[in-house]
Structures are given as structure tokens and as C-alpha cells.
Nanobody
């Protein structure tokens, strides 16, 4: 059973930065595609960023140029560096992995951006 624990959220002013972390309990993490999602109140869950085991990345158009996803396989950790934050980035941010078609989610970390 893979467990994911996110941290690093908080309250920040528009234009500020935060770095989110997601630590996995299993070394299989290193072989997996890792995703960061976010969910704002009343909105559908949105895929924000993806990183492959080899380090290839992909981003939602809404965060390109502002967010950077990275991973440290030795620490079983994926990061999301968020810069130039906007009020519309306010959401619960969750990391996700899929193993054999099953989704595993962390509990999420709240990011609130004030204007």
C-alpha cells in the first residue's frame, strides 16, 4: 500500500512563492509517473503537472512558466515549486500515482493566495 504525504502549503500573497513536497512510502515511487493535481471549491480536480521517471515534465497551460515539478528519487519525494502565485491558484494540492490502474492520493495540502 503506497502512502503519500504532502506538505508545504499555506497562505501567501499574490506574486509570492511556495514549494510543495510529496513523500512516498515505497521505493516503487521511483519507477512511476508522478502527478500534482489541485481542487478548488466547486471546481473539478485539475491536473497541474506531471513528471516521468526519466524527468520529463508536462504542465497545465494555466501554470506554465510559473510552476516547476521535480523529483528526488533518493528521498522518494516529488516537489512543486510555485512562483508568481495568483488568487486563482488557491486550492487543495494533491499528489497522485497510478499503480496497475489504481490511483493513490495523498491527503492534500491547502494553498491560499490572497490578492
Amino acid at each position: 500500500q503506497v502512502q503519500l504525504v504532502e506538505s508545504g502549503g499555506g497562505l501567501v500573497q499574490a506574486g509570492g512563492s511556495l514549494r510543495l513536497s510529496c513523500v512516498a512510502s515505497e521505493s516503487i515511487f521511483n519507477l512511476l509517473v508522478l502527478d500534482w493535481y489541485r481542487q478548488a471549491p466547486g471546481k473539478q480536480r485539475e491536473l497541474v503537472a506531471t513528471i516521468t521517471p526519466g524527468g520529463r515534465t508536462n504542465y497545465a497551460d494555466s501554470v506554465k512558466g510559473r510552476f516547476t515539478i521535480s523529483r528526488d528519487n533518493a528521498k522518494h519525494t516529488v516537489y512543486l515549486q510555485m512562483s508568481s502565485l495568483k488568487p486563482e491558484d488557491t486550492a487543495v494540492y494533491l499528489c497522485n500515482v497510478q499503480i496497475l490502474g489504481r490511483d493513490y492520493w495523498g491527503q492534500g495540502t491547502q494553498v491560499t493566495v490572497s490578492s
